[in-house]
């Protein structure tokens, strides 16, 4: 089921990460406390952890630390994407590939976060295909990453 998507929609928070003028999904996801599913409260424990890492890393001056809490959350953030299954929580995958790119454009790893994002628009452009565009508004700070997707922009004349 979409178990962790129903979370997520509960809490109803969109945000943006004004700092570093990217869009990163910053809410923690809470669990109800009869949840006894282990690969959901796992999964739930790694991006929140990643999210953490990710968070902290934007307080840190840039160098060394930034680099490893950056890296240690992209970890965190992978592991929990291949613990979904294929075609559940969606909104789910998306938070989570939105903060990867961003991580990768963070590293100035442009390419990786340019195929981050632009895997993120197959994906966003699917879920307006299965009709599910009542859940988009949640998912519109995904767009402001997805229209810079990683490229540098030209200098003005």
Sequence with gaps: ????????????????????????????????????????????????????????????????PTKVLLETAESLYQIAYKDQDQDLNTIFKFAILNNIGVIHKMLDRCKAAKACF??????????????????????????NNVLGNGRETAPAA
């Design 1 to 64: 089921n979409d178990f962790i998507d129903q979370c997520i929609l509960h809490q109803d928070k969109s945000s943006s990460d004004q700092i570093m003028d990217e869009f990163i999904y910053e809410h923690g996801i809470v669990l109800p406390m009869n949840t006894i599913d282990a690969t959901v409260i796992t999964v739930v424990l790694l991006f929140n952890c990643a999210l953490s890492h990710q968070l902290a890393a934007r307080h840190c001056n840039y160098g060394t």
């Design 118 to 143: 632009d895997y993120l628009v197959s994906m966003m452009m699917i879920y307006v295909d299965t009709d599910n565009s009542k859940y988009l508004r949640l998912v519109q700070g995904f767009w």
